[in-house]
Structure formats: structure tokens, C-alpha cells
């Protein structure tokens, strides 16, 4: 094996008919384990079937996306909150986090349940998995107030700045997750991620959304895996296998107690 997904809706709807097919490909690709963060309550019960079917390769984490966060948030939070004192073992808490792309209705909200679920991270000693679309300096700003020696995480589709993964590298404990963006043209990611060192990079697709190029418009599947670290690569001049190589053991070492849930993932 060589590489990790980080970040992959494998249980969304778009994958109901093939993900059996999608896991062949991806690990025919030499894709090892797929990450999966959880949206809302409506998607638990499928991402649970996947980690049963392929508890070395589909390791659940658990939280409330913030285009969840609606009026039911509580209710939301509150049936989270119930899985994480089950017996499950998860991996991290996410997907969470800011969106201020689509909707500014239910702002307060999403800080409310951002703030909520990093302390139970802290509890639980897992890291957070952060969405920050639009919404980088609030998220940061909420994780600099609560961040603790226990905290970790990973800022999921990084596409800041340098000054921003800066930022990120001042937190201590905290990855860059880099995805499909990396490819597209004029999105510029690639060269601030050749500036940034390959020591805080995870690999991510965020499938079934934001398919690298030359996939894009089109369903994303862990199998493009390769192509975001081979433009990483091209990017900072180095090896697709010392862009995997590292990579692999910064998910090993974010996800601490899955690092060798996997045979594949020597
Ligand atoms: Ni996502």
C-alpha cells in the first residue's frame, strides 16, 4: 500500500450502487483506507454498514456538518453526541465546522455546534475534522480559543494561503487536507502547497465531490488518490512515493489508533 484517504462521503447516496466497486478501484490504485466523515444523522446508518463490511478499510468518524446546522441542530448534536458514548470506536469528530458559502442563516449556530463538538474532541481525545469554506479566519479563530496540547485535527480542502497554512502550522498537532483543487488550473493551491513542508499534508478527495483533474464536473472516487499526490508532487519537485510515503504516516500519526487497523496500510 501507499496511500491513505482522508476524507471520503463513501456512504453518500452517490455511491449506494458500486461503493463495493469503488473500494476494488481504489485499492487496485494501491489506496489503502478511506476515512469516512460523517454529515448528519441520515447518514450514519450507511457509513456504519461500510465500516462493518471493511473494518480495515472504512473507519468512521463521527460529528454534524455545518450545512446540517438547521433548527434541529440540538436535536442533531444530541444524537451525535449518543454514538459517540456508544461502544463505536471512531476515528475523529467530523465533519464540522464553518460554511459561510451557501448560507449565513443559521451563522451563530454553526459556531455554536463548532464549539460543541471540539470540546468533545477534547474529551475524547480524537481529532477534529474542520470544514472551512469561506470561513477560515472564524474557524481559526474558534480553534486558537480552544485549542488544548490534547487538540488536533485536520483543516479538510485546504485552499488558504500560505499566511494561512502558516497559521495552521502555529496550531501544533493540526494537518492541511489537499484534494482535487490541487489540479484545477488557476485555482493557485498548487503553488502554496509548494511552499508548505510535506510534513503537515494529508491526502484527501472529499469524493463523491471535487474530482482532480482531468475528472472534474464528474463523480470524485478515492481512486484519483494519486493524482492530487503526483500534482503535489510536480509542485514541490519531489517523488509521487515521497509524497506517499509522508503523507501516509501523517494520517498514521493524526488517526493515531487506526495506524495499523489496516494489513494494507504497512
Ligand atoms: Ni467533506
Not at 452517490?14 to 469503488?22: S, T
Not at 478499510?57 to 433548527?71: A, N, T, W
Not at 490534547?150 to 488558504?160: A, I, P, Q
Not at 511552499?195 to 464536473?217: F, K, M
Request: proline fraction near 4%.
Amino acid at each position: 500500500m501507499k496511500f491513505i484517504d482522508t476524507h471520503t462521503h463513501l456512504f453518500s447516496t452517490q455511491f449506494l450502487d458500486d461503493a463495493e466497486a469503488v473500494i476494488e478501484r481504489a485499492l487496485a490504485q494501491e489506496v489503502g483506507q478511506f476515512y469516512l466523515p460523517n454529515v448528519d444523522k441520515n447518514s450514519i446508518e450507511r457509513m456504519y454498514y461500510l465500516a462493518d463490511k471493511y473494518p480495515n478499510q472504512c473507519i468512521p468518524m463521527i460529528g454534524l456538518h455545518p450545512c446540517s446546522v438547521k433548527e434541529d441542530y440540538k436535536e442533531q448534536l444530541a444524537i451525535i453526541e449518543k454514538e459517540l458514548e456508544g461502544e463505536r470506536i471512531f476515528a475523529g469528530i467530523g465533519e464540522m465546522g464553518l460554511d459561510y458559502h451557501w448560507d449565513l442563516t443559521f451563522k451563530k449556530e454553526q459556531l455554536d455546534a463548532l464549539r460543541i463538538q471540539i470540546e468533545w474532541a477534547k474529551k475524547y481525545e480524537i481529532p477534529v475534522i474542520l470544514h472551512t469554506r469561506e470561513s477560515f479566519d472564524d474557524t481559526f479563530s474558534v480553534i486558537s480559543e480552544l485549542n488544548h496540547e490534547r487538540l488536533t485535527g485536520v483543516f479538510h480542502c485546504f485552499t488558504g494561503s500560505l499566511e494561512d497554512a502558516e497559521k495552521v502550522m502555529s496550531l501544533g498537532g493540526f494537518y492541511m487536507g489537499i484534494g482535487g483543487v490541487v489540479t484545477f488550473k488557476n485555482a493557485g493551491v498548487d503553488k502554496t502547497v509548494a511552499q508548505i513542508p510535506l510534513e503537515h499534508l494529508v491526502l484527501e478527495t472529499d469524493s463523491p465531490y471535487l474530482a482532480p483533474t482531468p475528472h472534474r464536473g464528474s463523480r470524485n472516487e478515492s481512486m484519483h488518490i494519486p493524482l492530487i499526490a503526483q500534482k503535489i508532487a510536480d509542485a514541490k519537485g519531489i517523488s509521487l512515493d515521497e509524497v506517499a510515503k509522508v503523507t501516509t504516516q501523517n494520517a498514521r500519526q493524526l488517526f493515531k489508533s487506526f495506524a495499523n487497523a489496516s494489513k494494507i496500510v504497512s
